[in-house]
């Protein structure tokens, strides 16, 4: 699946997920929690930690460089169920 497809999943699905993109020549920054909108060159996110919903970021899509699912973000989406705060992600207009 490429990136875009994956930003598609997670915004359609409302799915917590983690972003690894690039910061700098040889820096990465890794982003936890739900992409809530997208335009054809920037991502809007709203951070999770902690079991809590957080603010926004944007970034630049090209500098992503994976959209990680794996079985460890799949249980913190579960808790977050759990615990009703995915209903605390929402883009503000």
Known sequence: MTIKQQIKYHLSNKRYCTVKRKVGENSFEFSSGYIVDRSNNFLLMQ??????????????????????????????DKIMQWESQVENVFKKA
Do not use: P, T
């Open 47 to 76: 951070e999770a930690d902690e079991f809590r919903v957080l603010g926004y970021l944007v970034f630049n899509i090209s500098a992503v460089s994976l959209i990680r699912f794996n079985n460890n973000d799949k249980y913190y």
